[in-house]
């Protein structure tokens, strides 16, 4: 299967990252995790500075590439051995895309101590 260089390149910087987070002495996690991912995507140069800061505000989400999906597979491949010690160990996704003025991609990964059983059905 051929991966394009972009790709590639993007998750090692992933894995990177992810080693630094870690540090010397990280040990991948075990057991069922939760991943939280928001990226802070650039906000258009050619936009109105009303429209910026529009963006800036939340007022305006980026319903443009790239796509959400492809940022999950990207961050969760290159935590792969690093933060944990293999994907099928994550159970649940939180992911955002918004605009911001300082484009970064934030990335939480905590251990699952299962989930309660919850009545969301109203009394009736």
Same mark, same amino acid.
């Given at each position: 299967?051929?991966?394009? %260089? ?5 998750? $090692? ?9 870690? @540090?010397?002495? =990280?040990?991948?996690?075990? =057991? ?5 991912? *928001? ?20 007022? *305006? ?14 961050? %969760?491949? @290159? ?8 994907? /099928?160990? !994550?159970? $649940?996704?939180?992911?955002?895309? !918004? ?8 990335? /939480?990964?905590?251990?699952?101590? @299962?989930?309660?059983?919850?009545? !969301? $059905?109203?009394? =009736?």
């Amino acid at each position: 299967m051929y991966t394009p %260089t972009k790709t590639r390149n993007a998750e $090692a910087l992933v894995k990177m990252m992810a080693s630094e987070a870690v @540090g010397k002495e =990280g040990v991948p996690m075990e =057991g069922p995790l939760s991943v939280t991912i *928001i990226a802070h995507l650039p906000i258009p140069r050619s936009w109105s500075k009303k429209r910026q800061a529009m963006a800036a505000d939340g007022f *305006i989400l980026p319903a443009k590439r790239p796509d959400l999906d492809n940022i999950i597979k990207l961050v %969760t491949d @290159g935590a792969n051995g690093i933060c944990y010690l293999d994907d /099928r160990q !994550i159970c $649940a996704i939180n992911a955002l895309k !918004i605009y911001d003025k300082r484009p970064h991609t934030e990335v /939480r990964v905590q251990i699952m101590d @299962g989930l309660r059983e919850m009545d !969301i $059905a109203g009394e =009736g």
